[in-house]
Structures are given as structure tokens and as C-alpha cells.
């Protein structure tokens, strides 16, 4: 745990930040597809991410999901920090998109830390414009692409935060992803498949010339 904390933040933080931060941050290892945080609940601490990939879903008043973004080695989450301090409830549900593991920072050591050190202010504020910008990015793909272009783009970013060109993932599982029906997500492969950008197996999607 130590080492990947120095391995991935040291760069980030002075060193008096990250002895504190390896004395009060609580480690957690968590299997892929496990909900790390659920829609309508108090959060109290708050992920950086040492290592694995995190999904961040919104859900609707009918309990359907739609990806936003992704968090990796190094993020925190923007919408994490803002319901610690807010004192309210999370409106977003984050999923392990595959093995994770996190140190939880209590959250009275995040406010106390923003006043004493300019590095974690500094990081807190680059986590917003980060989630900011990858927002933005989200609700550009539903309002200007096709559904076709929604669904390789996600594959691709699928490809980034796995680190592999295959994919272990379901029709069903992409069309929760995406807000969309199973039915569709088969067709829109099909066509992706005979403009050779994937391969689809019986048990994973290969994503070809990323």
C-alpha cells in the first residue's frame, strides 16, 4: 500500500502530506463490478485511487444508469468531495470497473488539509476541472454523436482504463452503460464489426486500431 501511494502521488504532495496521509487513509481492496459508492448515500471519506479503474454512474428516477466518466491511478472524485463537504447525500453510484484498490482520506482531513496544504488544495481543485471536463465531454457524446459513435467511443475508453484491447463486457452490460436497450447495442456491434473497427467473441469484443 505505502509504495503505491508514494509511486503514485508523490509527485503530487510534499512529504509531511503524505506521511499523513498513509497515517489516517484506510486501505481498501475491492473486486471488480463491486459498488464502491451507492446513489443516495452518506459519504464520509473520500477514494484516491492506487491502482484498477473506477466507473461514476448516474441514475435516473427509474433506476436506469448512464457512465459519466472513469477514474484511474491518481484521481479522486469531484462529486465525492462535494457531497463530504456539503454534508448530502451522493447523487452518483461508482462501480469498480476492475480490481481496485483505495485509500479512503477521512473527510475532516480533507477540509483541514485544504487550509494547510497548498499541494492537496491544488489537487482538489485540478479534480474538479478534471471531472469538469470529462462531464462536459459526457454530455457532448449524448447530445452531438450518434449512437453508433457513443458506443465506439465507450469501447475505446473501455480499452484506456483496462489496459487491453480486449474486452470482458456483455451487450446487456453496454446497454446499461449507455442508457440503451440490449437490442440496439447488438445491432450498432454488428455495424461496428463489418466496418472492422472490433471483433465480437462469444465471451469479449476485441477493439481493433486504437
Given at each position: 500500500?505505502?509504495?503505491l501511494l508514494y509511486q503514485n502521488y508523490e509527485f503530487l504532495f510534499q512529504k509531511e502530506l503524505l506521511e499523513e496521509?498513509?497515517?489516517?487513509?484506510?486501505?481498501?481492496?475491492?473486486?471488480?463490478?463491486?459498488?464502491i459508492i451507492d446513489v443516495d448515500s452518506y459519504i464520509t471519506s473520500m477514494p484516491l485511487v492506487l491502482n484498477g479503474a473506477i466507473k461514476i454512474l448516474r441514475e435516473d428516477n427509474d433506476g436506469d444508469e448512464?457512465?459519466?466518466?472513469?477514474?484511474?491511478?491518481?484521481?479522486?472524485?469531484?462529486?465525492?468531495l462535494s457531497?463530504?463537504?456539503g454534508q448530502v447525500k451522493s447523487q452518483i453510484r461508482?462501480?469498480?470497473?476492475?480490481?481496485?484498490?483505495?485509500?479512503?482520506?477521512?473527510?475532516?482531513?480533507?477540509?483541514?488539509?485544504?487550509?494547510?496544504?497548498?499541494?492537496?488544495?491544488?489537487?482538489?481543485?485540478?479534480?474538479y476541472h478534471?471531472?469538469?471536463?470529462?462531464?462536459?465531454?459526457?454530455?457532448?457524446?449524448?447530445?452531438?454523436?450518434?449512437?453508433?459513435?457513443r458506443l465506439y467511443k465507450y469501447l475505446q475508453n473501455k480499452v484506456l482504463v483496462?489496459?487491453?484491447?480486449?474486452?470482458q463486457v456483455t451487450h446487456q452490460q453496454i446497454a446499461n452503460d449507455l442508457h440503451t436497450s440490449r437490442v440496439v447495442i447488438s445491432r450498432l456491434l454488428k455495424g461496428l464489426e463489418k466496418e472492422s473497427k472490433i471483433e465480437l467473441h462469444r465471451s469479449h469484443i476485441t477493439v481493433l486500431n486504437i
Amino acid at each position: 500500500m505505502v509504495e503505491l501511494l508514494y509511486q503514485n502521488y508523490e509527485f503530487l504532495f510534499q512529504k509531511e502530506l503524505l506521511e499523513e496521509i498513509k497515517q489516517v487513509g484506510v486501505y481498501k481492496k475491492i473486486q471488480a463490478n463491486s459498488t464502491i459508492i451507492d446513489v443516495d448515500s452518506y459519504i464520509t471519506s473520500m477514494p484516491l485511487v492506487l491502482n484498477g479503474a473506477i466507473k461514476i454512474l448516474r441514475e435516473d428516477n427509474d433506476g436506469d444508469e448512464l457512465v459519466l466518466y472513469y477514474l484511474e491511478v491518481g484521481d479522486t472524485c469531484a462529486m465525492t468531495l462535494s457531497c463530504c463537504m456539503g454534508q448530502v447525500k451522493s447523487q452518483i453510484r461508482a462501480v469498480a470497473e476492475t480490481d481496485v484498490e483505495l485509500l479512503m482520506i477521512p473527510k475532516k482531513k480533507m477540509t483541514e488539509w485544504l487550509s494547510k496544504y497548498l499541494s492537496w488544495q491544488e489537487f482538489v481543485l485540478q479534480s474538479y476541472h478534471s471531472r469538469m471536463e470529462e462531464f462536459i465531454k459526457a454530455v457532448d457524446s449524448i447530445a452531438f454523436l450518434k449512437m453508433d459513435e457513443r458506443l465506439y467511443k465507450y469501447l475505446q475508453n473501455k480499452v484506456l482504463v483496462n489496459h487491453s484491447e480486449v474486452i470482458q463486457v456483455t451487450h446487456q452490460q453496454i446497454a446499461n452503460d449507455l442508457h440503451t436497450s440490449r437490442v440496439v447495442i447488438s445491432r450498432l456491434l454488428k455495424g461496428l464489426e463489418k466496418e472492422s473497427k472490433i471483433e465480437l467473441h462469444r465471451s469479449h469484443i476485441t477493439v481493433l486500431n486504437i
